[in-house]
């Protein structure tokens, strides 16, 4: 379980900090427009229910390898920009992505 919330917040983290940042370079295959994609999905604070279209099409192009070696490394950004752990490592099961096994 914890390998999973550590997930979340780094995907969260990365969501939330390239959001915020203008020209960020891509991580992990996604660019600072895909991650914002993704971002109303994961609040805490009056989330949608589902991720958008374009928000999983993010994901299906993002290494989710990649984000899993950067676990961990994002709890702070969560807690500050009010993102659910949960929903955020919900986002690619429901956009019907599976995550490397070595991330749950």
Not at 33 to 46: P, R, T, Y
Not at 92 to 104: A, D, E, F, I, V
Request: net charge neutral.
């Amino acid at each position: 379980m914890a390998k999973a919330q550590a997930l979340a917040a780094l995907l969260l983290a990365m969501i939330v900090a390239l959001a915020t940042m203008e020209g960020a370079q891509a991580i992990c295959g996604m660019a600072n427009e895909d991650f914002k994609l993704c971002q109303a999905a994961a609040s805490v604070n009056d989330p949608t229910d589902n991720p958008s279209a374009e928000c999983c099409a993010a994901l299906g192009k993002a290494d989710l390898g990649c984000i899993c070696r950067y676990r961990g490394v994002a709890g702070i950004w969560m807690r500050i920009y009010h993102i659910d752990p949960s929903r955020a490592m919900a986002l690619p099961g429901k956009c019907g992505l599976t995550m490397p096994s070595n991330c749950s």
